[in-house]
């Protein structure tokens, strides 16, 4: 199957009230692990790239070749959105030329009209070319890949003239923050969700920060319009412990234990085990 816009599956999950999860990729071990989870599951998948991963892999063009390639050789028949995640105003246009599905642009930290200006642009161009498109307003907290955010709660009338532009979902800070929440964490912040739903209707809502966040929060955000949940931080600490581990455990030193392949399967295997479960809780197992 050829990649899509997340646009459908993200109108289904709002209507069957799941949400679908973007995971971040790095390499062809985390692409391939997640491509056949979602497989397996029968599970709508969105693949996330920041504009550090896709410089780190060479390119956003490197990227749309191997997940394309790879949902050929490997038989996926679910949808498979290839999104950039974050990305400024030029990664965009980038990511468009070289075959995204999905583009995020993350104007939040622009004033408000300029926001509203350079988004207005991009619904343009991601219409003719069937392309789905997220916006974020409020900023998500904490730190993604040298991108750094104060964590402010989005503005629901910001968030209404972003909605109103015509884009596919939109993100708006609710309290969440990448990578790990701290022991001090208020939590989500669900007055300002149902604010939000309030003024952008049917509009699918994205959850950013989905590593840590507790299963009833998580069911509740669903059930207030969220769509799409982000993880990224999760299955890199899920790799590094099953790799700490083999590692640790000294299987390397056994045999042929050095080749790559047999020391990254373990890390592949639990990025797996924490895309299922993720899966599990959201609720979009089945649903491809
Ligand atoms: P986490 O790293 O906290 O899972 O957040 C991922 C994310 O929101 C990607 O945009």
């Not at 993350?106 to 069937?130: A, Q, R």
Request: aromatic fraction near 6%.
């Amino acid at each position: 199957m050829a990649l899509v816009s997340a646009k459908e599956m993200l109108e289904k999950a709002r209507d069957g009230k799941y949400a679908v999860g973007q995971f971040n990729i790095n390499n062809l071990e985390w692409t391939k692990s997640i491509l056949l989870t979602a497989e397996e599951l029968k599970s709508p998948v969105i693949l996330g790239v920041s504009e550090g991963a896709g410089k780190y892999m060479t390119g956003f063009k490197t990227v749309a070749a191997m997940v394309k390639a790879m949902i050929e050789c490997l038989n996926i028949t679910v949808p498979v959105a290839l999104h950039l995640d974050h990305g400024t105003y030029d990664g965009c246009y980038k990511c468009i030329e070289a075959g995204f599905s999905s583009i995020m642009f993350d104007g939040s930290h622009f004033p408000i009209d300029e926001n509203i200006e350079k988004t207005k642009e991009l619904v343009k161009v991601c219409k003719k070319k069937g392309i789905s498109l997220e916006a974020e307003v409020g900023a998500i907290g904490g730190e993604e890949d040298g991108v750094v955010g104060k964590g402010e709660c989005a503005d629901p009338d910001e968030c209404m003239k972003i909605a109103d532009l015509g884009v596919t979902m939109l993100a708006a800070g609710i309290g969440n923050i990448h990578g790990k929440y701290p022991a001090n964490w208020e939590g989500l912040s669900f007055e300002t969700l149902a604010a939000v739903k309030d003024k952008v209707g049917d509009m699918p809502l994205v959850l950013h920060g989905g590593t840590g966040i507790p299963v009833e929060m998580i069911k509740k955000a669903i059930s207030l319009g969220v769509a799409k949940i982000n993880v990224n931080t999760e299955c890199q600490l899920s790799f590094q412990e099953a790799t700490r581990k083999y590692i640790e455990e000294g299987k390397d030193l056994v045999g042929k234990g050095f080749d790559p392949r047999k020391l990254l399967a373990p890390g592949c295997e639990a990025i797996k085990a924490t895309v299922k479960e993720k899966m599990e809780i959201f609720g979009s197992i089945g649903k491809a």
